[in-house]
T-cell receptor, first 113, second 114 residues
Framework: AQSVTQLGSHVSVSEGALVLLRCNYSSSVPPYLFWYVQYPNQGLQLLLKYTSAATLVKGINGFEAEFKKSETSFHLTKPSAHMSDAAEYFCAVSDQGAQKLVFGQGTRLTINP | DSGVTQTPKHLITATGQRVTLRCSPRSGDLSVYWYQQSLDQGLQFLIQYYNGEERAKGNILERFSAQQFPDLHSELNLSSLELGDSALYFC?????????????FGPGTRLTVL
């Protein structure tokens, strides 16, 4: 069964600094991977997804993620953090055959002024 | 706005009661998913419907049931409620059955069981 692990339940960065949120996956088959963002009191919004077309995936709001098969990782980055990036971020893998999403525990990103 | 609507937004009820959560998928989406988000369990998949038929089940309790109607809206029924059922319940929809398809999430229903 597929699974994802997000390293760090809380990450704090200064405004303008690099954002790096870590995600490692476990899958016996080529995975489909997703990053979602959840702002307070809202639903989840897709940031980007990996579907094997390209290993470097660009998403919305300046975020991108790189799929590294050798490291079973799909880390999310943004070169320069903005106050509006403060939210909870979820990495997810699509379960083969069932189409359900298996989520990591989430990483809460705080931006310091 | 994802195009997925959920009602009600908040629900407060007592232990032992039964509630129904409603979800309307995006126009044209045939697949509906239900997820539960709680502090201790995180985001957990409950159940999936596609064009009216149940397709997959996750860790859904026997006290919970769901259905998808001909107009494609879905309802999640929670009965004999317990304190531990307090959580945020999300509905998501996607166009078709494919692992690479994005799921669009509704704003959620926050259930509080007292």
């Amino acid at each position: 069964a597929q699974s994802v692990t997000q390293l760090g339940s809380h990450v704090s960065v200064s405004e303008g600094a690099l954002v790096l949120l870590r995600c490692n996956y476990s899958s016996s088959v080529p995975p489909y991977l997703f990053w979602y963002v959840q702002y307070p009191n809202q639903g989840l919004q897709l940031l980007l997804k990996y579907t094997s077309a390209a290993t470097l995936v660009k998403g919305i709001n300046g975020f991108e993620a790189e799929f590294k098969k050798s490291e079973t990782s799909f880390h999310l980055t943004k070169p320069s953090a903005h106050m509006s990036d403060a939210a909870e971020y979820f990495c997810a893998v699509s379960d083969q055959g069932a189409q359900k999403l298996v989520f990591g525990q989430g990483t809460r990103l705080t931006i310091n002024p | 706005d994802s195009g997925v609507t959920q009602t009600p937004k908040h629900l407060i009820t007592a232990t032992g009661q039964r509630v129904t959560l409603r979800c309307s998928p995006r126009s044209g989406d045939l697949s509906v998913y239900w997820y539960q988000q709680s502090l201790d369990q995180g985001l957990q998949f409950l159940i999936q419907y596609y064009n009216g038929e149940e397709r997959a089940k996750g860790n859904i309790l026997e006290r919970f049931s769901a259905q998808q109607f001909p107009d494609l809206h879905s309802e999640l029924n929670l009965s004999s409620l317990e304190l531990g059922d307090s959580a945020l319940y999300f509905c998501a929809s996607s166009v078709r059955l494919a692992e690479y398809n994005e799921q669009f999430f509704g704003p959620g229903t926050r259930l509080t069981v007292l």
